[in-house]
């Protein structure tokens, strides 16, 4: 895959060669000669914050080259020094250590592959001579690097899709890699000097997405071409035109880019396109052949200095496919507003519309990592469905976001997309999509993210079929290695995992009992051991008291992947079975389960809405009895509703004890624990759903990592130091770019003076600096928590303020009052008490998946090396968007003084009392009074202390 890796660099490293030539850019290459490396040091999978170095000065202020050692438990003799590489004939620099040294097999056989895992640095240095010299820098097989004090995104997969530029002044520049290896490491940077002689600052990026062109039809008008501006000033009123090499075929651009393209700033362009005629003659576009288009790319101020359009080398390829038949791609707008794409594949016959569905089921199957949804190689694995749909989406990217957080939505969007538009499809009446049944399937990666999606969303499923997945992250690289979780308070960690436990799998094993699933692995697989297949499989036999509730399939010898293991016999076998099923029937039993009800659609009919205490465990216990009653136990739920599109309604039903009415249904009306009167009872409410203005619900729960599902915006605070005002910007371009390398997100970045209501209102917004730096920061002031509070870059949260110097925070709040944006805005700050609490505020944000980050973070001083270890506040903001201590940990508060309750809502329509909500009185008051007790006894223990030593 590394090899495949590298020859794709080579050939876009080669495509940037022409397109620069062609615009009348020379560049010359700088070489890097000598590279001075620091390392091992230990790693762990996605933890942030936890540089070893950091401990003793950091990268920037420790002797470099010298005879100083630094602590590893991963070497012998425990301590590391410098050592000096040079690249190899193709630039690469080797990092390796021979047995003797790091001896990762005995390492690894006690904590598996995680264990191998390492952190170092590597620095290199060149010199520049003209007075200002431009110069474009890129690194491949790493995450980040800085360019003196420049943060800049790293090509990790070496796709070649991502380069930074930057002007230099005169004298000895420094390429700072910080680098993550698996016993052994290597990369590539390069920095080229550019001449350019009356060229535009745009630089196309072969990075694009084209729909398929169907029967002579193109399946979706929505394209994406990318751009990185090489330019010292912003792009703004990009102009695409399109031409096609074939006579007697028009294509016009219906809608052009609006986006913001800052200096080194790569971007993806969104736009539509319409070909003429329509369709396409076949014997233009025969199925397996494609129509090639030529792209040019200017701005409004390149033809106003007269220079000529870019060029967007080589020509593009849309491909003709066949209906009946082929795999085709189709695009949409996903929920940021970028471009993005899926494969369909249509069934071979007519839909079976015998159960009353609104047409074909849907055989969703996720791809795996590093696996493009479009390669022949995964989509043709399946066999063509007699009676399905294929969906393959693409998690945003082949590597993605683990089918979590975005590429979770974004399977489901195209779904909707698809589901709605039909691209492609000629017969709506035959082929028409219904998107309420599902058969989830996926590998590896993809077989995390079919345990999600079923789990999820398991009113969807007739089946799942999940292959060779992991459960979390977590036990998939064990999080015991976590450099920083030595010094961690244990209830700090608690409310850490909340941030990411929505996607650990297990715990959402309550909600596949009923469930076809058929687990399907190799019994010699190293990549995910057969481990976490028989482990799920097991809790779902437990829950369903029965070992026949899901099938296993190992095959004895088959690894990781095998012919078959996704698409052969015994898979095809499980979806025929299922395909043209009725919906699987309700346990007598079953049990509503979530973590968040941002992510979770219903169990049952029954859908979660509000958490009492959020990113806890929440549970709907069901009975159903033989007289059409369903008798509800909650847990830890504050509002739920019923759907009533799945499997009908109860005709009566009690929560709690308590007898409710025939249930209304979701979005119209739903039910809610009442705390206005003297005791808690559930109450029916018809509002719509106005209630999400007000407080926190599936549109506006966390954590942090939630403000990324929406249109983003990044503003840089300016009223600071011009030095401050540099670094904020580096790390606006930081961020966007890293967010569109894993995900192809849109970001812009603007400055806080720049701020349009009527523009960016609809986006979530991203606030550089504070309210005394970022001016929308200080607008927005009516809209912060409530418990959190500002002096200058300090802040309080709670009763605490944190102003020691190289402090960091970053939180998240909602701000529809604020802003013209709906219920479901949300804006974050981060910002620090200086520089570098700045700094440490960015690395909270979370730019990949399973970061611990919740709503909110404060990082202190030893945040840097010590990881988790060195936060000093997190938490959770309540279901009003306040500050309770039951939600946090604040390393200075030594007691929680008052129980938590649910806010009060707005008057009920209806009302039936329940033994246990009076049981919830009860145990409320006891709490009060057994905290006030405790209070006053430790008052009375301490001054009688006092009087003793006086």
């Known amino acids: 895959r590394r090899a495949a890796y590298m020859s794709l660099y080579y050939c876009a490293l080669v495509v940037i060669v022409l397109i620069q030539v062609a615009q009348g850019q020379q560049r010359v290459p700088i070489p890097l000669r000598r590279w001075d490396v620091l390392s091992p040091f230990p790693s762990a999978t996605r933890e942030v914050g936890a540089d070893p170095l950091e401990a003793f000065g950091g990268i920037d202020t420790i ?71 431009h110069v474009m820098v890129s690194c491949l097989g790493v995450t980040v690097f800085w360019l003196d004090d420049v943060i800049m995104r790293g090509d990790s997969y070496s796709a070649g899709y991502m380069s930074s530029t930057v002007n230099l002044a005169p004298g000895t520049h420094t390429v700072k890699v910080r680098f993550v290896g698996v016993e052994s490491k290597s990369f590539q940077c390069t920095v080229t000097q550019l001449y350019a002689q009356n060229a535009t600052s745009i630089l196309p990026v072969y990075d694009v997405i084209l729909p398929d062109i169907v029967n002579g039809v ?37 809608s052009q880019p609006t986006q913001h393209v800052q200096p080194s700033q790569t971007v993806p362009l969104v736009f539509s396109v319409a070909f003429s005629p329509s369709p396409i003659h076949a014997f233009l576009c025969p199925a397996g052949s494609s129509l090639s288009l ?5 701005t409004q101020a390149d033809i106003d200095a007269g220079n000529s359009p870019v060029y967007f080398t080589p020509t593009l390829n849309v491909n003709c496919r066949n209906f009946s038949s082929d795999p085709y791609a189709f695009t949409f707008l996903d929920f940021d507003g970028s471009v993005q794409y899926a494969m369909a594949r249509a069934p071979r016959t007519p839909c079976d519309v015998s159960f009353g569905s609104r047409g074909c089921p849907v ?41 979590q957080g975005p590429g979770f939505f974004n399977m489901w969007t195209a779904l909707a997309s698809f589901s709605r538009d039909l691209p492609g499809v000629h017969n709506a009446s035959s082929y028409g999509v219904d998107p309420t049944r599902i058969i989830y399937a996926g590998h590896s990666m993809g077989g995390h993210g079919c345990w999600v999606a079923a789990s999820h969303c398991p009113d969807r499923a007739l089946a799942a079929a999940p292959a060779s997945g992991w459960i979390s992250m ?53 990549n995910v051991p057969p481990f976490h297949m028989k482990r799920m499989a097991r809790l779902v036999q437990q829950l369903s008291h029965n070992v026949s509730s899901v099938s296993i399939s190992e095959v004895v010898g088959g690894g990781h992947w095998f012919d078959g293991i996704v698409g052969g016999a015994v898979m095809q076998t499980f979806f025929d079975q299922h395909v043209n099923s009725s919906r699987p029937p309700l346990p007598p039993t079953f049990v509503v389960t979530t973590l968040n009800p941002a992510t979770t659609e219903s169990r049952g009919g029954i859908r979660i809405l509000q958490q009492i205490r959020p990113h806890r465990i929440s549970r709907i216990t069901v009975t159903r009895g033989e007289d059409d009653r369903w008798i509800l136990v909650t847990e830890n739920v504050r509002r739920f509703g019923f759907t009533n599109v799945t499997y009908g309604m109860p005709g009566h039903f009690t929560v709690d004890g308590g007898e409710i009415p025939a249930p209304a249904c979701l979005p119209a009306s739903h039910y809610y624990i009442s705390t206005s009167t003297s005791s808690l009872s559930w109450r029916l409410s018809n509002d719509g759903g106005a209630w999400e203005a007000t407080e926190r619900g599936p549109s506006t729960y966390g954590p942090l990592e939630r403000i990324l599902m929406r249109p983003l ?12 005002r540099t670094l904020r910007q580096n790390w606006a371009i930081y961020m966007a770019n890293t967010l569109y390398y894993q995900v192809r997100h849109v970001v812009a970045v603007i400055d806080d003076v720049e701020y349009d209501a009527k523009v960016h209102g609809s986006s979530n917004l991203v606030m550089l600096g504070g309210p005394s730096s970022n001016t929308l920061a200080f607008k927005l002031g009516s809209c912060l928590p ?40 949300m804006c974050a700050i981060i910002s ?41 506040a997190a938490g959770f903001w309540d279901n009003l968007w306040r500050y309770d201590c039951q939600l946090a940990y604040v390393a200075t508060q030594d007691q929680c003084s008052s129980p938590y309750l649910p806010p009060s809502p707005s008057p009920p329509s209806s009302s039936l009392p329940g033994w246990k909500t009076a049981l919830i009185v009860l145990g409320s008051v006891g709490g009060a009074i057994l905290v006030g007790v405790t209070v006053l006894a430790r008052k009375y223990w301490a001054r009688k202390k006092e009087y003793e030593r006086i």
């Open 63 to 133: 002797p470099r080259g010298g005879p100083r050692m630094y602590p590893s438990e991963l070497v012998t003799g425990g301590l590391v020094s410098w050592q000096h590489i040079s690249p190899d004939a193709n630039n690469m620099v080797n990092v390796n250590y021979n047995s003797s040294y790091a001896n990762w097999p005995l390492i690894e056989g006690w904590s598996g592959t995680a264990g191998a895992y390492f952190q170092g640095w590597a620095l290199s240095d060149f010199n520049t001579t003209s007075n200002s010299s």
């Open 474 to 526: 977590e036990t998939y690289q064990p999080l015991f290695l976590r450099v920083g979780d030595s010094w961690v308070d244990p209830y700090l960690k608690h409310i850490l995992y909340g941030a990411v436990s929505d996607w650990s799998v297990d715990v959402y094993t309550p909600n596949l009992v009923g469930i076809p699933l058929l687990a399907r692995m190799g019994s010699v697989d190293n």
């Open 713 to 724: 915006v990044i503003v840089v605070g300016t009223s600071t130091s011009e030095h401050s």
């Open 832 to 872: 620090g008490t200086d520089d570098a609490g700045f700094r440490k505020g960015c690395g909270l944000f979370p730019l990949s998946s399973t970061v611990m980050v919740p709503d909110y973070a404060v990082a202190g001083p030893r945040w840097g090396y010590a990881g988790a270890g060195g936060l000093l």
């Open 786 to 825: 409530s418990g959190l509070g500002f002096k200058d870059e300090n802040i309080t949260i709670g009763s605490t303020t944190f102003s020691d110097p190289s402090t960091g925070y970053a939180f998240q709040f909602g701000c529809d009052k604020c802003t013209s944006g709906d219920a479901s805005s």
């Open 218 to 254: 193109l399946s979706s008008p929505y394209m994406s071409i990318t751009v990185l501006n090489m330019g010292s000033s912003p792009l703004s009123q990009v102009i695409i035109a399109i031409h096609t090499s074939q006579l007697g075929i028009n294509a016009t651009v219906t």
């Open 294 to 298: 030529t792209f040019t790319i200017t």
């Open 363 to 403: 055989l969703m199957t996720l791809h795996g990592a590093g696996v493009e949804a479009s390669s022949g190689a995964w989509t043709y694995a399946y066999e063509q469905q007699n009676h399905a749909w294929m969906l393959f989406p693409t998690n945003r990217r082949n590597y993605g976001w683990d089918w």
